[in-house]
């Protein structure tokens, strides 16, 4: 059963909208005021909140203010009741956060129809979605509720790239984003002498190659296959439809973009200060962490240039900590394939 939250001072209001949603088989919490309002939204996190916004003690406005404030309460769908029907007041209420706007009086259908559709679209983002391109499709179809990107979920063009295949050249202009639905890719950059520096790993369920598609230029970087892959490509219009008109979408892609600028600065940082032997074992701990399966002991089978270029050393260096790390029985290598022995330590490796 959903929990609404509902914020009224007017008894005889409160009572009569509590007593309709009851009705449609919600649980209701109420309060009389903006304060005991916000104290009610902590301590039960309802999945919608219904307030007024001329209150005592607080307004709808600080109500709105101050749970966007808190992690737990700011991504709880709120409509806003007023009796007050201004252009002026509606756009102060969006502008805070707010997902609807009911002006009283309203009916009991406006009310239910208005709590069914915030209800929805929650769910909608809170919503798990397998990691391959079947879960990609019914993200896209679920997500951005425009007709003409059902093409994006019907018309996907799938590639298969085999091992050291490269999917996009540095210097080459961006035409779309990429989705690993199988294998895994680097990301690399190529020195003038030919020597490569691994950027990022990418994993199946990830997208890639969407930096320079949003700064509408040429890739700074190339990406190629590790092993066989297939890879999902998305054509430039349609991933901008799904992004601007999607905040949601939007989000997400700025938050992957925040987190590959704090990766490649947490990289630098190692890359100037640790020793080859440290390096070493946070790149066998970082293809650990990417690549995992659950419930299976870590192998993989990796070419030491391309383990080289993620360590940022020479692959005679790194075939020699390697060697070092087989006889500390940190690693094995089988057939070469690495398998890692004792994860803690390569994580607790000292500088």
């Known amino acids: 059963?959903?929990?609404?939250?509902?914020?009224?001072?007017?008894?005889?209001?409160?009572?009569?909208?509590?007593?309709?949603?009851?009705?449609?088989?919600?649980?209701?919490?109420?309060?009389?005021?903006?304060?005991?309002?916000?104290?009610?939204?902590?301590?039960?996190?309802?999945?919608?909140?219904?307030?007024?916004?001329?209150?005592?003690?607080?307004?709808g406005y600080g109500v709105l203010h101050l749970l966007s404030k808190n992690s737990k309460t700011a991504g709880i769908p709120f409509i806003f009741l007023t009796a007050k029907?201004?252009?002026?007041?509606?756009?102060?209420?969006?502008?805070?956060?707010?997902?609807?706007?009911?002006?009283?009086?309203?009916?009991?259908?406006?009310?239910?129809?208005?709590?069914?559709?915030?209800?929805?679209?929650?769910?909608?983002?809170?919503?798990?979605?397998?990691?391959?391109?079947?879960?990609?499709?019914d993200f896209i179809r679920s997500a951005h509720g425009f007709e003409d990107l059902k093409k994006l979920a019907e018309e996907q063009e799938v590639k298969?790239?085999?091992?050291?295949?490269?999917?996009?050249?540095?210097?080459?202009?961006?035409?779309?984003?990429?989705?690993?639905?199988?294998?895994?890719?680097?990301?690399?950059?190529?020195?003038e002498e030919g020597r490569e520096f691994i950027l990022a790993l990418v994993k199946a369920g990830e997208f890639f190659g969407y930096h320079a598609l949003l700064e509408n230029g040429r890739y700074a970087e190339s990406a190629a296959a590790l092993e066989e892959s297939e890879v999902m490509f998305i054509p430039g219009n349609q991933f901008y439809a799904l992004v601007f008109n999607n905040a949601e979408v939007s989000k997400k892609?700025?938050?992957?973009?925040?987190n590959n600028v704090a990766e490649l600065e947490d990289q630098l940082v190692r890359l100037a200060y640790n020793s080859v032997r440290k390096r070493v074992a946070e790149a066998l701990v970082k293809?650990?962490?990417?690549?995992?399966?659950?419930?299976?002991?870590?192998?993989?089978?990796?070419?030491?240039?391309?383990l080289a270029s993620i360590?940022?050393?020479?692959?005679?260096?790194?075939?020699?900590?390697?060697?070092?790390?087989?006889s500390e029985g940190l690693i094995d290598i089988e057939d070469k394939a690495i398998i890692i022995r004792n994860y803690d330590k390569l994580l607790r490796m000292r500088n």
Request: aromatic share 8%; with cysteine; proline share 2%.
């Open 253 to 258: 892609f700025i938050k992957m973009l925040c």
């Open 311 to 326: 360590v940022g050393t020479a692959k005679e260096s790194l075939i020699r900590t390697l060697s070092d790390f087989k």
């Open 160 to 191: 298969s790239f085999a091992k050291k295949e490269v999917i996009y050249k540095e210097g080459s202009y961006a035409k779309g984003i990429y989705f690993l639905n199988k294998g895994k890719v680097k990301i690399y950059k190529t020195h």
């Open 1 to 59: 059963m959903k929990k609404i939250l509902l914020i009224e001072d007017n008894t005889d209001m409160r009572e009569n909208t509590a007593e309709i949603l009851e009705l449609a088989n919600y649980e209701v919490i109420t309060a009389k005021n903006g304060k005991e309002g916000v104290e009610a939204a902590q301590r039960h996190l309802p999945d919608l909140i219904i307030c007024d916004i001329m209150m005592p003690e607080l307004d």
């Open 85 to 137: 029907a201004e252009r002026s007041d509606m756009r102060r209420g969006m502008e805070l956060g707010a997902d609807d706007y009911l002006t009283k009086p309203f009916d009991d259908i406006e009310l239910l129809n208005a709590v069914e559709t915030r209800l929805r679209k929650n769910d909608l983002l809170k919503k798990e979605f397998t990691r391959d391109i079947a879960g990609l499709t």
């Open 287 to 306: 293809l650990h962490d990417r690549y995992k399966e659950q419930n299976q002991p870590f192998s993989m089978r990796v070419l030491r240039e391309d």
